[in-house]
């Protein structure tokens, strides 16, 4: 499906892509072909796609799986992709907004991410026990946080929360001329799998969901030190029984230095934020 037929299609299906909804359609037979090489389906892959869009995809990753969930926001296209893809048993497209349904059962999940909706998206499906493989197309400067390139700026929330539950294995960057409309931002396409030695403390919801907010409320201070950027966090939680001196106590107590946030890996991170579980 070149830039060409793209086009007539959307025109046919009175739709104009939506920025918003990140409706940049795919044009490229040959990063076609790579995102199926980095899938490396299976007949007993369950593969969640999101953002299934005109199926340039679906329907050669349903000739290689056992079933095809496409999760699609926009109705005019679960029409066309229903219509299109009737063909096949194994594919079925669901209309919804994914962060806000529940999501069937799967093993993989393969998306051209919304650029509006990344970091939420990320969460609910991947800072999980259990998480599927990710292939994603997604931001550079994004994949450049996951892929921890050494350079503290690109250290992050979601750097952290990323490798804490998953391991990144491939990479390639992928040009904006790909997609019609063509996108304003730089492209990479990744493959993450799930960790096999993810942090114990990580094994429950509740662990899980203080885990994150700790990084979440450390990391805008992350050229502070440590004891700081703990002190503002239990302060937007109004926990303000832990005093400077009672964080730095804590820290010592467990053979932690008072260094800067950036400074520390995500190991050490999940320790600190044990410390300060309640």
Do not use: W
């Not at 995102?35 to 999101?50: M, P």
């Not at 059962?105 to 499906?125: A, M």
């Not at 966090?233 to 106590?249: D, Q, V, W």
Request: glycine content about 6%.
């Amino acid at each position: 499906m070149n830039k060409k037929e793209v086009q007539l299609i959307l025109k046919q299906l009175g739709i104009i892509p939506n920025k918003m909804l990140g409706q940049n359609f795919l044009t490229d037979k040959n990063v076609v072909k790579k995102i199926i090489k980095f899938s490396e389906v299976s007949q007993n892959d369950i593969i969640l796609e999101i953002g299934p869009g005109l199926g340039i995809l679906t329907g050669e990753l349903a000739d290689l799986s056992k079933k095809i969930y496409g999760i699609e926001i926009d109705n005019r296209l679960c029409s066309y992709l229903k219509d299109k893809l009737s063909i096949y048993d194994n594919i079925e497209i669901i209309h919804g907004d994914v962060l806000d349904i529940e999501l069937p059962n799967h093993n993989k999940v393969i998306s051209n991410i919304p650029y509006t909706i990344t970091g939420p998206l990320i969460d609910k499906i991947f800072f999980n026990i259990n998480s599927p493989k990710g292939i994603l197309l997604l931001e550079k400067s994004i994949a450049n946080r996951i892929f921890l390139s050494g350079n503290y700026k690109d250290y992050s929330r979601i750097s952290i929360g990323v490798n804490a539950f998953m391991k990144p294995v491939l990479r390639s960057d992928i040009s904006r001329q790909s997609f019609y409309p063509i996108p304003k931002i730089e492209l990479s396409l990744i493959k993450i799998v799930p960790r096999d030695d993810i942090h114990p403390f990580l094994s429950e919801k509740d662990s899980i969901n203080f885990f994150l907010k700790f990084v979440a409320g450390i990391m805008p201070y992350k050229n502070k030190n440590i004891v700081n950027g703990i002190g503002y966090f239990l302060k937007n939680l109004n926990a303000n029984h832990h005093t400077r001196e009672k964080i730095l106590e804590i820290l010592y107590k467990n053979n932690f230095e008072n260094k800067k946030v950036f400074s520390f890996n995500i190991e050490e991170l999940i320790e600190i934020s044990k410390l300060f579980y309640y």
